[in-house]
């Protein structure tokens, strides 16, 4: 059974369907969407794709385009707390801090998607993807990584042990459920005299070739968060366990 934390440090939980949409499904198909979760999520933004190109005309010239594409929506609760972005490749469910429970943001999500499916009729689900985004404050500006993280960053003998800043990023693969987790881990840089924050970043997604009123969707999910907890609690140390308690 995973241990649950009084003091969770997770900052942002995400669950992801992208999928293949037909072709006459439009953004006003999108945005006309948030009628049947204005009571629940009544704040509305554009949701904008950046896109870049870089071209070289000669050696002092280059030619540099940039663009922002809509491609979307994000439909916020009153309270702040969840976001649906509802896109023309599928949808993601945010749940901030505090988080709940995962059956809470699953049901959620679950929902969000079925208004999507009726509205939008997608024709193939291609990815399905959760992301758990932990922010983990160690109070201490010095301290031994190795003491809070089992795969800490390692500075070379022979040079100065102190660590300004670090990006870890690992792409691990479960061929057994056909999964890949990505692990990113980095320090967030603010102007804290006394603390030291980590941020956890764990991605764990699957490539799926799915109608959309497969029920097999859901089953993937959960087996998606259980690779995210194998991850987490494979990341820390019982002296990182015991900040949360």
Not at 176 to 192: F, G, Q, Y
Request: hydrophobic residues 40%; glycine residues 2%; charged residues 30%.
């Amino acid at each position: 059974m995973t241990e649950v934390f009084p003091k969770a440090p997770l900052t942002e939980a995400l669950i992801d369907i992208q999928v293949k949409l037909p072709g006459n499904v439009s953004l006003v198909d999108l945005e006309k969407l948030q009628d049947h979760i204005r009571v629940e999520y009544p704040d509305k933004k554009t949701r904008r794709m950046w896109e870049g190109t870089f071209e070289m005309k000669n050696e002092k010239d280059p030619l540099q385009r940039t663009q922002f594409q809509v491609d979307g929506y994000l439909f916020t609760s009153a309270d702040g707390k969840q976001v649906v972005q509802y896109r023309l490749d599928g949808l993601t469910f945010s749940r901030l801090r505090p988080y709940t429970r995962w059956e809470e943001v699953f049901a959620e999500a679950r929902k969000l998607w079925g208004i999507y499916v009726t509205e939008t009729k997608p024709l193939l689900v291609t990815r399905l993807a959760v992301r758990y985004i932990n922010s983990i404050e160690i109070p201490s500006k010095t301290f031994n990584y190795d003491d809070y993280f089992t795969a800490a960053p390692r500075i070379p003998p022979p040079l100065p042990q102190d660590l300004a800043s670090f990006f870890t990023r690992l792409v691990i693969p479960f061929p057994d459920r056909e999964a890949i987790a990505i692990i990113t881990e980095t320090p967030l840089v603010k102007p804290d005299p006394i603390n030291t924050v980590i941020i956890l970043d764990i991605v764990v997604s699957k490539e799926v070739n799915l109608t959309p009123g497969d029920e097999k969707i859901y089953e993937i999910l959960r087996i998606l968060r259980e690779i995210k907890n194998e991850v987490f609690f494979s990341s820390i140390t019982e002296k990182t366990k015991e900040l949360f308690r």
